[in-house]
């Protein structure tokens, strides 16, 4: 009988314990996640600059926008031809922690982006477009 009771008292200390660090748990486990949603968006920007700044090197891509979530970079904007708008994917696709590369970008066969002989870029965002009348293909 001595055994039996020291079983249950065991099982009751138990279960108070546990009980008692369950809020402990829980305030480790939320102060975790938001340690990865901290160094989640530090990468995301780190990518998002890596990116512009490789872009930044081709004349005809510095029309591009950048957007990264959570490693997932989304291309838009003008380029001139299909051959640019692959190129920039591989460019976005080398960086480290990307994890898949979207890419939106529009041809636009007049050029209506940015004069490449300005040299002068709006922001790292990209500049305004357009052009009259232009017609812009999605590909």
């Known amino acids: 009988m001595r055994i039996r009771s020291v079983g249950i008292v065991g099982l009751i200390l138990f279960a108070y314990e546990a009980v008692a660090a369950a809020p402990a748990y829980a305030l480790i486990q939320t102060a975790a996640q938001n340690t990865e949603q901290r ?14 700044e490789r872009l930044w090197k081709s004349v005809d891509l510095r029309a591009v926008e ?3 979530d959570r490693g997932v970079v989304t291309l838009t ?3 001139p031809s299909v051959a640019a708008s692959a190129r920039a994917s591989g460019i976005a ?3 480290p922690r990307v994890r ?3 890419n939106e970008l529009t041809r636009d066969p007049a050029g209506s982006g940015p004069d ?3 040299g002068v870029r709006s922001g790292p965002r990209g500049a305004e477009h357009g052009s009259g009348g232009t017609s812009i ?3």
């Open 39 to 52: 160094a989640a968006r530090t990468s995301d920007a780190d990518i998002t600059r890596q990116v512009e």
């Open 66 to 68: 950048v957007h990264t």
């Open 77 to 79: 904007g003008n380029v």
């Open 93 to 95: 696709r080398k960086i």
């Open 100 to 102: 898949l590369v979207k």
């Open 116 to 118: 490449p002989s300005a």
């Open 137 to 139: 293909e999605s590909f």
